[in-house]
């Protein structure tokens, strides 16, 4: 088993551990802020795994090398790989449908011009 650890400045006084553990195929990511001790998306350890060095207070921003490769082929990256795609495709259908609704709004305006 490996672990790599991270202090990781966030919103807190004190920055926050994140903990990677490799052991065999599998990793597991923890972060003691408050979404992170529930279980929840936290932001530190998806930056973590993006090789984003940002708030890593620690000495050790040179591991993020170390992280991305134990990442590779994972479980884990599938299902990050997974959310990133959701996202992505979330961000692209909003955008459509702010630009159909502008469409309909358009649509329904240009009838008032019989009213006048």
Not at 11 to 25: A, C, M, N, Q, R
């Amino acid at each position: 088993m490996k672990v790599k650890e991270f202090l990781v400045q966030g919103s807190s006084l004190e920055p926050y551990k994140v903990t990677f553990i490799k052991d065999g195929s599998k990793l597991t990511a923890l972060c003691n802020c408050p979404a992170g001790e529930h279980g929840q998306y936290c932001k530190h350890r998806f930056r973590i795994m993006e090789g984003i060095a940002d708030g890593i207070v620690s000495n050790n921003k040179k591991d993020l090398d170390v992280i991305i490769s134990w990442l590779e082929g994972t479980e884990l990256d599938v299902a990050y790989k997974e959310v990133k795609d959701a996202e992505r495709i979330y961000e692209e259908a909003k955008y459509i449908l702010s630009n159909l609704k502008k469409r309909l709004a358009r649509i329904m305006c240009d009838g008032n011009n019989y009213l006048t």
